[in-house]
C-alpha cells in the first residue's frame, strides 16, 4: 500500500516532558514518567517477526476452479450450473492460465507483499459508495462499571491517554508483537519471549511455529494514527502525517485541534488533556451549533466530495486548504463528542443510539479519518474506522487495549483537578470558508443521511441457549452453528440459498488482508432441507445430528483454507485485476450468472471475539442483503442485523433466526441424552 507521508515523527526522549506541572491523584501518582509514556515495554521488538513471516501463496488455478464450483453449487439452478462449468472449464484451461502466468510474474517482481495487497487496497478507493454503512465499521465499547468513570469527559480523557500510549509503544517498537497462541499457558510467557529474542529474526516466526505460536503481520498498525482518506476524482488516496501532535475534536458539528502531545512527542499529563477537552466544552458552548457541519460531507459519494473538497481549497480563500491538511487530515484520530440532544445508551431501546452511531445525520463526523472515537453524553465509548488502510486484526487489538487500561487502570480519576492555563495555541478552533454552494452540499448530506437512516432497520436477537460451551460439548464449531443457522433462517424467511459473506484473516502471512469463507455449502443445504420438512418426513434426531456434525466439518475446512489463503475469492479477484490491468479481454466467467451471484453478498457476517465489545454493527453490502454481526459467547449467542426497508425484511429473518437457533438446540439437546 502506498500512503503519502508527509512528515517523521521522531520518539523524543523519555525524559522530555517531566518538567510539566502536574498533579495525579490515586492511581495515577504512583506511576512514573516512563511508564505514563508507553503502554507496553516488550522485550521482544513489536515488528521482531514482520520480516520472517511466509508470503501469502497464489492458490493452485485447477484448485480455485474446484472451490469456486463447490460454492456456486447450492445457489444455482441445474441449467446455470451447467453452463457455469462449462464456462469454468475454459477459463481453466484458456484464459485463466496466462491471466496465473501474469499474476506469478507480479508476485516474483514484489516479493515485499503480498499478490493481494495492491489490488485490493485500490478496490476500496476506487469504490465512489460513501463510507459509512458501505464500509465504516462500528465497535461499541462495554460501559465502565464505575460510575464515575463513565463521566463523558473523564472518559474521553482516559481513552485519548491510553490510545497515545499504544501509538508511542507501537511507535518505540515495544508494543508486544501481535501472536495467535494455540496454548498461551505454555508460549504467552515471558519464558518463551526470553527464548524467541535468541533466534535470529530472519527464522523466528518458523521457531515460533515449533511452539504452536503464530505471529500475524503488524504491517497495518502504523496506519492506526495519522491517516486520512482524501477524496479524489474516480479514486482517493491516504495521507499520513507521523510528527501530528494533535487530535480532532468535534462537537456539535463544530471542530477543533487539540494537542495532546508535547512538543517532544510526549504524551501531554492527564490533567492538560482534561483541561483541554474542557476547554473545547467550553468554547463549544459559547459558539453553539456549527451552522456549516462540515463533517457531515464525509459521508457523501466520494466523488461529490471531491468536487466540494476542491471548491474549498481551490476557489474559497486560501486558509481552508491549511487548516484541512493540517489540522484535519494529519490529525491522530477524530474524537467526537456527542451531546444531550443525541441518542445514549438504552438497553430496552438500543437502535436509535446503534444507528447513531453508524451514520447517524453525520454533522459531527468526519469519517474519513482512519480512527474515530465517539463518547456519548453518557459515557458510551465506540470506535468508527475507515477500512481501506487495514482489517480487523489491528482495530481490535487497539481497542482491546485501550478499553483493558480506561477500565482497570486510568490515568485519570474523578477527582483530577483541572488546571487554568492558557488555552489559545493548544485548543484551535477550525473555521472553514465557505459559501452558498458548500452550504448546499452540507444541507443535502444531511438530508440523504436522515432519508438513508428512516430506511435502514436494524433488528437484534439475544438467545441464552446455544453457547460456546455447548458446541465444545458437541465437538461442533460454534461458528458453524452460527452460520449454519444463518442459512437455515434465511431459507425459511424468503425460500432461497443466496452468497453469503463470511470474512477470514489473513494476518499470519506478510501483507494479507482478508479471505472469504462461503458458508452455504451443500452439507449446510442438507440441513436446512431436511428440516424444513414436516415433521413426519424429517429425518430422525441422530441422523439430524450427524448431519450437523459433518455440516460443522464442511465448514472448518473452508475456515482453514481461507486463513491459509487457499479460498478462491481473493484469487478470482487478482486474476480479474490482471486483465484488467494488462488490457486483456474479460474472461466470460467473470460475466456469467454464477460469477454475479456469488459476489452479490445478500447475506454479509462478520463476527468479532473480545471482552470488551458490547456490540458490532456495519451496513447490508448490498441494497437487498443483511448485515449480520454476530457472536457466540459462554452463555448466549446474539445478532445485530442492518437491512433496508422494502428491500429486505430484517425482522422476518430475525423472527426465523430464533426458530432455527430453538431447532438446532433440541437436536442438540436431544443428542446429548442418548449419547
Same mark, same amino acid.
Given at each position: ?7 517523521? &515523527? ?50 493452485? &488455478? ?15 439452478? !441445474? ?46 478507493? !476506487? ?76 527464522? *523466528? ?8 505460536? $503464530? ?9 492506526? $494514527? =495519522?491517516? #486520512? ?23 456539535? %458539528? ?12 510526549? /504524551? ?118 475507515? +477500512?481501506?488502510?487495514?482489517? =480487523? ?24 483537578? /483541572? ?6 495555541? #493548544? ?47 458437541? =465437538? ?16 425459511? *424467511? ?23 469463507? !462461503? ?16 415433521? #413426519? ?17 464442511? +465448514? ?8 491459509? %489463503?487457499? %479460498?478462491?475469492?481473493?484469487?478470482? $479477484? ?40 458490547? *456490540? %458490532? ?59
Amino acid at each position: 500500500m502506498q500512503i503519502m507521508k508527509r512528515m517523521k &515523527l521522531p520518539i523524543g526522549h523519555a525524559g522530555s516532558a517531566a518538567r510539566l506541572n502536574f498533579r495525579y491523584t490515586s492511581i495515577s501518582a504512583q506511576r512514573s514518567h516512563i511508564d505514563y509514556q508507553f503502554m507496553q515495554h516488550s522485550k521482544l521488538p513489536t515488528l521482531y517477526f514482520q520480516n520472517s513471516l511466509p508470503r501469502l501463496q497464489i492458490p493452485d &488455478l485447477k484448485l480455485t476452479c474446484e472451490r469456486f464450483l463447490a460454492s456456486v453449487l447450492p445457489i444455482l439452478d !441445474r441449467e446455470e450450473y451447467e453452463r457455469t462449468v462449462r464456462i469454468l472449464d475454459e477459463f481453466k484451461n484458456g484464459d485463466g492460465v496466462e491471466l496465473q502466468k501474469l499474476l506469478q510474474r507480479s508476485d516474483k517482481a514484489n516479493k515485499h507483499t503480498s499478490y493481494i495487497s495492491k489490488p485490493w487496497f485500490d478496490m476500496y478507493l !476506487r469504490d465512489r459508495r460513501p463510507l459509512p454503512l458501505n464500509y465504516n465499521p462500528l465497535l461499541i465499547m462495554k460501559h465502565d462499571t464505575r460510575s464515575g468513570y463513565q463521566n463523558q469527559l473523564l472518559r474521553a480523557t482516559n481513552l485519548v491517554i491510553s490510545s497515545m500510549r499504544f501509538w508511542r509503544s507501537l511507535q518505540a517498537d515495544i508494543l508486544e508483537p501481535e501472536i495467535y497462541h494455540l496454548n498461551s499457558n505454555k508460549t504467552d510467557t515471558q519464558g518463551f519471549r526470553n527464548l524467541m529474542r535468541l533466534m535470529p529474526r530472519a527464522v *523466528a516466526t518458523y521457531a515460533a511455529y515449533a511452539f504452536k505460536a $503464530f505471529p500475524l503481520d503488524m504491517n497495518q498498525y502504523s496506519r492506526l $494514527f =495519522g491517516v #486520512s482518506r482524501i477524496p479524489g476524482k474516480g479514486k482517493d488516496w491516504l495521507v499520513q502525517d507521523e510528527r501530528s501532535k494533535h487530535i480532532l475534536v468535534m462537537r456539535r %458539528g463544530n471542530m477543533y485541534s487539540v494537542d495532546v502531545l508535547n512538543k517532544d512527542g510526549n /504524551i501531554e499529563r492527564p490533567n492538560v488533556i482534561l483541561g483541554r477537552l474542557h476547554a473545547v466544552l467550553q468554547l463549544d458552548g459559547n459558539s453553539g451549533p456549527s451552522p456549516v457541519p462540515f463533517g457531515a460531507l464525509t459521508s457523501s459519494n466520494r466523488d461529490d466530495w471531491a468536487t466540494m473538497r476542491q471548491h474549498l481549497i481551490e476557489n474559497l480563500e486560501a486558509e481552508n486548504k491549511r487548516l484541512l491538511e493540517t489540522e484535519i487530515d494529519s490529525a491522530l484520530f477524530c474524537l467526537c463528542l456527542d451531546t444531550t440532544d443525541d441518542p445514549v445508551y438504552s438497553e430496552e431501546c438500543f437502535v436509535p443510539l446503534l444507528k447513531h452511531l453508524l451514520v447517524g445525520d453525520a454533522k459531527n463526523r468526519w469519517f474519513d479519518k482512519s480512527l474515530s472515537l465517539i463518547v456519548s453524553a453518557d459515557g458510551t465509548a465506540a470506535l468508527n474506522f475507515e +477500512h481501506s488502510w487495514g482489517d =480487523g486484526v489491528a482495530v481490535l487489538r487497539y481497542f482491546n487495549e485501550i478499553y483493558k487500561e480506561t477500565t482497570e487502570s486510568p490515568f485519570a480519576d474523578p477527582g483530577l483537578d /483541572i488546571e487554568n492555563f492558557e488555552h489559545i495555541k #493548544s485548543v484551535r478552533p477550525i473555521k472553514l470558508k465557505t459559501d452558498k454552494l458548500v452550504e448546499i452540499a452540507v444541507e443535502k448530506a444531511i438530508l440523504n443521511n436522515t432519508y438513508i437512516m428512516k430506511q435502514l432497520n436494524i433488528n437484534m436477537l439475544r438467545y441464552p441457549l446455544i453457547t460456546k460451551s455447548l458446541c465444545k460439548y458437541h =465437538g461442533i464449531s460454534p461458528d458453524a452453528i452460527m452460520q449454519l443457522s444463518f442459512q437455515l433462517a434465511y431459507k425459511r *424467511a424468503f425460500n432461497d440459498y443466496v452468497g453469503t459473506y463470511e470474512s477470514c484473516s489473513t494476518a499470519a502471512f506478510r501483507h494479507g488482508r482478508t479471505e472469504t469463507v !462461503r458458508p452455504c455449502t451443500m452439507a449446510a443445504k442438507q440441513v436446512c432441507e431436511s428440516l424444513m420438512q414436516t415433521r #413426519s418426513k424429517q429425518p430422525d434426531t441422530r441422523d439430524l445430528y450427524t448431519s450437523i456434525k459433518r455440516c460443522s466439518q464442511v +465448514h472448518n475446512k473452508l475456515v482453514k483454507e481461507a486463513a491459509m %489463503g487457499q %479460498g478462491f475469492d481473493r484469487h478470482m $479477484f487478482a486474476l480479474k485485476h490482471q486483465a484488467s490491468l494488462h488490457g486483456k479481454r474479460l474472461p466470460e466467467i467473470y460475466n456469467s450468472k454464477g460469477y454475479a451471484k456469488i459476489n452479490h453478498n445478500i447475506i454479509s457476517t462478520s463476527t468479532l471475539s473480545s471482552n470488551a465489545l458490547l *456490540a %458490532g454493527s456495519f451496513g447490508p453490502v448490498v441494497q437487498d442483503g443483511l448485515g449480520i454481526a454476530y457472536s457466540i459467547q459462554d452463555d448466549y449467542c446474539g445478532v445485530i442485523v442492518s437491512s433496508y426497508e422494502k428491500q429486505r425484511d430484517g425482522q422476518a429473518f430475525v423472527d426465523n433466526l430464533e426458530t432455527a437457533f430453538n431447532d438446532i438446540y433440541n437436536i442438540l439437546k436431544m443428542s446429548s441424552k442418548k449419547l
